[in-house]
């Protein structure tokens, strides 16, 4: 179960990075070719959180930069976008 969830995801993760150039949340440019802990490193969101019961699956998942799928947590897409509208100077630099 759980191996073939983490199949599943690499492979939709693969696909949505494949053409993903911008982080949906904050439109900074992603690139899967950064080091694995760079700030605009691309990533796959999940839109519902795995916790909640959202799937694996292209549908579920959008693209972001590192920074702000970490910084996104449990807040919802809604939510996290709204923050971000509110304060991108301050998320820029990364304290918030
Ligand atoms: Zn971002």
Redesign the pocket.
């Known amino acids: 179960m759980t191996v073939q969830r983490g199949r599943r995801y690499r492979e939709a993760r693969e696909v949505l990075l494949r053409t993903a150039t911008h982080?949906?949340?904050?439109?900074?440019e992603?690139s899967t070719e950064l080091p694995p802990t760079h700030p605009?490193k691309a990533t796959a969101d999940h839109i519902i959180p795995v916790a909640e019961g959202g799937t694996d699956d292209i549908e579920n998942l959008i693209p972001?930069?590192l920074?702000?799928?970490e910084k996104r947590g449990t807040l919802s897409v809604e939510a996290f976008t709204r923050l971000l509208s509110h304060d991108v100077e301050g998320f820029a630099d990364g304290n918030w």
């Open positions: 982080c949906s949340y904050c439109t900074c992603i605009q972001a930069c920074l702000c799928n």
